[in-house]
């Protein structure tokens, strides 16, 4: 029985781990409003998921859903491959809610015990003022949290999320309060997470903070999954930005079979497919310039780019809300 | 997909949800100790203290034209109004604490990281509850004894049962916050408070009614009390406690403040301390349903 045992338990120690986060139809209705409808998602270990989309798509009650706070009316959520509806599940899971609010009577060092001791680990008091010293405070440890301006509150907030020593961060708005200097910090923060193999769910507006760190991004809109993929494969068009002069009807045709033309007076951004390289010295690129030159066409400028983060989004919910309407 | 840890072991979330409800009624303490709520309910208590020192000094100087009972009918009421003024303020104190500390942070947003963690919602509640009551119970024991000694010194007026006596108003404070506690879980902090404070202000009327209904004979009138005092023990437990607090040869020699409602004619029976046991773990019980429910 006991040599049974511990083989099984070998046998399980030599598994994959399970994803960080695992959802499954999450589905959360209040009174006639659908919030959140038929989510489905993970995120792997170590591994940075952006939740993007406009106001009110359900990014954060999703969030509140995987942390226990927020019951769904349908779906499964496994955290770190425990069922959410056990509490232990979120024994290695550190948050930053978007409504950052901390005891105002308590100090900076004194929330980060706290917070250590309901997660029912021990964390040395040194590396507890590290974790203060990474998001600034260190100086402000033994200040009441109340005499604290919006930004240290959201500094410690993600110290508090850090200090239980984490296998997965859910961050809800992380820089919202923060200056130029303090997402910089974040960035960072997020950067040295990945390299450390702990997984972030991120949930952030800024489009260009979630395309330099994020690996994966779940796009949401009105409660539901719009997209989702790695960066590549959703930015995977990439795009060719041409200055020209004296393009005929022929040179024009010859741009829109390339790609989805756009013209703003001189300027041409030709949408180029996903699996058509533009990296310089590949064929689909001179060939182009090759073929409008020789129809005639005076070549200014030509700027291979990929499609920003941002303009996908716009499309993506664009087109979900023209599908809508039809 | 696959299970790593090991089997659930019910000792090890046992110890847990203790070891969550320790630390959050450490925190109770330590908010009610810091906020200005304490600082607040010192003052008052000061003036109370200081206010009833002075009259039982002055009780005391007008002994002379008293007879010994009287005297004893005096002290044992004037110590009634007193800590009647006590139970009040300890009852406003922890309502008023108990409110806003769940659904203040629930409001505010500091409960979100906290219930994040792996923690139960009701082993916080419970958390809260401890450290109310300890809060509770405690002020009682310091000012409770303070004000007894002050009688003892200015007029040598002792009471029979001391600790009974604090004990009831103790329990009286536990469970009006226990009210207040599960009124938070479901209103706004403010108004939790507000209400449990107004039950208890009107179970407290709906007492005087009875003696006056006992007093006239009128049934109808005798029931409101008894009624009212299931429903919200906090004046059944008063009533306990002025017992313990009054003079027991009082009663027997002055027949006629058999109504009086600072007087207490009749001790507390077991079955009422018993249901008064299982309407706080009852009103508990409800909180911790309501707020394990509640999306936050």
């Known amino acids: 029985m006991t040599r049974d045992t511990g083989a099984a338990e070998r046998l399980l120690a030599d598994l994959p781990p399970a994803p960080a986060v695992w959802c499954s139809g999450l589905r959360k209705r209040y009174r006639r409003q659908v919030a959140v409808d038929d989510v489905s ?28 706070l927020i019951h769904p009316n349908a779906g499964d959520v496994l955290l770190l491959g425990r069922p959410a509806r056990d509490p232990r599940a979120r024994a290695r899971v550190g948050y930053l809610p978007e409504l950052f609010r901390y005891q105002p009577w308590l100090t900076a060092a004194e929330v980060l015990a706290l917070h250590v001791r309901l997660a029912g680990v021990t964390v040395p008091v040194a590396e507890r003022r590290e974790c203060l010293d990474m998001v600034g405070l260190a100086d402000r440890a033994d200040d009441r949290v109340g005499g604290f301006s919006k930004g240290m509150q959201q500094r410690l907030g993600l110290a508090v999320a850090l200090v239980a020593r984490p296998e997965l961060v859910v961050l809800d708005e992380p820089t919202s309060a923060l200056d130029p200097i303090g997402r910089a910090d974040v960035r960072d923060l997020l950067l040295s997470l990945r390299s450390r193999r702990v997984a972030v769910l991120l949930n952030s507006h800024l489009i260009g903070e ?20 790695t960066l590549a494969e959703l930015l995977g068009q ?13 040179a024009e045709a010859r741009l829109a079979a390339t790609g989805r033309l756009t013209r703003a007076g001189d300027e041409f951004i030709v949408e180029l497919p996903a699996d058509q390289d533009a990296a310089p010295g590949d064929g689909a690129v001179p060939k182009l310039v090759a073929d409008l030159v020789a129809l005639g066409v005076r070549v200014h400028a030509v700027e291979p780019g990929r499609i920003s983060l941002e303009r996908r989004l716009l499309n993506i919910l664009r087109a979900d809300s023209g599908e809508d309407r039809r | 997909m696959t299970a790593r840890t090991a089997p659930t072991a019910p000792t090890a979330l046992t110890a847990l949800t203790a070891l969550t409800a320790l630390t959050v009624a450490a925190l109770t303490l330590r908010e009610a100790g810091r906020r200005r709520v304490l600082r607040a309910l010192a003052v008052m208590t ?37 800590m009647f003024g006590l139970s009040l303020i300890a009852a406003l104190g922890t309502a008023f604490l108990a409110g806003p500390t769940l659904a203040g942070e629930i409001e505010s947003g500091t409960a979100l990281t906290m219930l994040a963690r792996p923690v139960h919602r009701s082993a916080v509640l419970l958390g809260k509850w401890l450290g109310l009551v300890a809060f509770g119970g405690g002020y009682i024991t310091m000012t409770g004894l303070t004000q007894l000694l002050i009688v003892w010194v200015t007029t040598g007026y002792w009471p029979p049962q001391p600790v009974n006596g604090l004990a009831l108003l103790a329990a009286q404070a536990a469970v009006l916050l226990t009210l207040a506690l599960m009124l938070s879980t479901v209103v706004s902090p403010m108004a939790s408070g507000i209400v449990a404070v107004g039950l208890f202000g009107a179970t407290w009327i709906a007492g005087v009614v009875g003696g006056v209904g006992h007093a006239l004979g009128n049934e109808g009138m005798e029931r409101v009390g008894t009624v009212s005092r299931v429903l919200l023990p906090t004046d059944g437990l008063w009533r306990g406690a002025m017992r313990g607090f009054q003079d027991p040869a009082v009663l027997a020699q002055f027949p006629a403040f058999d109504d009086f409602p600072f007087l207490s004619r009749t001790p507390l029976t077991a079955a009422y301390v018993g249901w008064t046991c299982v309407w706080i773990v009852l009103v508990l019980g409800l909180a911790g349903i309501s707020f394990r429910r509640r999306d936050l």
Not at chain 1, 52 to 68: M, S, Y
Not at chain 2, 73 to 78: E, M
């Open chain 1, 41 to 68: 998602f993970t995120v792997g270990r170590g591994e940075i998921v952006g939740l993007l989309g406009p106001n009110g798509a359900g990014k954060t009650t999703v969030i509140k859903i995987l942390l226990g």
């Open chain 1, 210 to 229: 979630v395309e330099r760190v994020c690996d994966r991004v779940v796009i949401l809109d009105r409660g539901r999954v719009a997209a989702s993929g």
């Open chain 1, 238 to 250: 990439r795009e060719l930005r041409l200055r020209l002069d004296g393009v005929g009807a022929d």
């Open chain 2, 46 to 82: 000061l003036i109370l203290l200081a206010l009833s020192a002075w009259g039982f000094s002055r009780l005391d100087a007008n002994f002379g034209t008293l007879t010994s009972g009287e005297a004893r009918l005096a002290a044992s009421q004037v110590l009634n109004l007193v």
